[in-house]
Structure formats: C-alpha cells, structure tokens
C-alpha cells in the first residue's frame, strides 16, 4: 500500500542518483526503483582498458574514457525510445560524470578530442527530472574505497581520490540543468528504513533549484 502511495505522489519521470564510487548511488537507485516501481538503469562500468588505465600504460585513460563515453550514450539515447510518462526511470548516473573523470586522467590534446566528440554526444542525451548527489567527505570516501573498494580500486592513491571527489562537489556546486538534491551521505545508512523514507519526503518535497538535506547522525546499533 505504502508503495502505491508513493508511485501516484511523485511527480519526477526520471531520477538520476550520482556521487564518487562508495557513496551508495547504486544501492539507492535500487531501493528507489523497488519503492517507486520504476525502471532501473545502471551504469556500466564494464571495460577493457581499465586494468591498463590503474596500471598507468600509455594511452589507457583516453581508451578507457571513450569507453566509457561511448557506452553511456548507447545506454542513455535508449531512454528516448521510452515513455517516461508512462514509466518512472531511477539510473544511478547522469551522463556528465564521464566529463569529470575525463579532465582528471586526460592530457591536454586528450581533452580536445575528447570534448568534440563529447559535445556532440550530449545533445541528444534526455535531461533527468531530478539529480540525487551524494555528497561525502575525503576522510569517508577514502576509507569506503579502503574498506570496500576492489582491489584495483583499493590502490588508488589517495591524491587522485581526493582530487575526483572535489571535482564532483564542484561540478554540482554549479549544477543547474535538472533540480538538484545534495545529500550529505557520510551519515547516510540506507539499510535504515527511517533513513530511506526521509529520502523519499524529500524528493516529494523538492521543486525548483537545489536543496540539501543532512541526514541526523543516529546512535546505531
């Protein structure tokens, strides 16, 4: 009944849920998509050139960004063949992401291939209704991807972290094409029903422009 609810409630088609790898953008998008009874889209993070990519091979971060680039476009220009009328869409991405990591690991002459083919792409990409960001601290995201990351991720160094979660807090501290949600997800425990619906009022409570939301630090068990 309570998920009846809250399908006819919320006015977003299309939710896309974002934040540095660890801060458990996939992992909502899931229970989002089970509470909304909505069609689940997931990033694909499958590709051939990220082993060479860590390893620090000549060539590997351009490879690996086209890559990536390439297989969020075919993923994301699907969604225009559906009718998001009809079909509410939580996708644990939004298709900028790629350009954040791209001006990280790319050179310069890099860049100015990479934004031609980028610029063209992302015309034809359909806008979400609301983006989620899941906002984090260095000191958390450093020790989730410790803690919980591969092990390819878990010797990342903590430079190049720090350096990709800062870029994600700039890119959405400028944010304007969708209406924004930051969430501060340090303290954020989606294995906490309270902690889940107060996640659903506040996108039934978000209109226009950005709005944050703290999550109260709990006494957990």
Request: glycine share 2%.
């Amino acid at each position: 009944m309570m998920y009846l609810l809250h399908v006819k409630m919320i006015k977003f088609r299309h939710i896309a849920i974002e934040g540095p790898i660890k801060a458990g953008k996939t992992k909502l998008a899931k229970i989002l998509a089970d509470r909304f009874k909505g069609r689940l889209i997931l990033d694909i993070t499958d590709n051939p050139y990220l082993k060479d990519f860590y390893e620090e091979k000549e060539g590997a971060a351009f490879l690996a960004q086209l890559v990536f680039l390439v297989n969020r476009y075919h993923q994301q220009v699907q969604l225009f063949q559906r009718d998001l009328f009809k079909e509410i869409i939580i996708c644990d991405y939004i298709f900028e992401k790629d350009k954040i990591y791209a001006y990280q690991t790319l050179t310069d002459d890099e860049l100015i291939v990479y934004e031609k083919i980028f610029n063209i792409l992302v015309e034809r990409i359909p806008k979400p209704d609301l983006v989620i960001y899941l906002q984090i601290s260095n000191e958390t995201f450093i020790k989730r991807v410790r803690e919980m990351g591969n092990e390819i991720e878990k010797n990342i160094s903590e430079r190049y972290l720090e350096d990709i979660n800062e870029a994600f807090d700039y890119f959405f501290f400028h944010y304007k094409a969708s209406p924004l949600l930051v969430i501060k997800a340090d303290n954020l425990y989606l294995d906490n029903e309270e902690d889940v619906e107060e996640i659903v009022v506040q996108i039934e409570q978000m209109r226009r422009g950005t709005q944050y939301y703290v999550p109260a630090k709990k006494n957990r068990r």
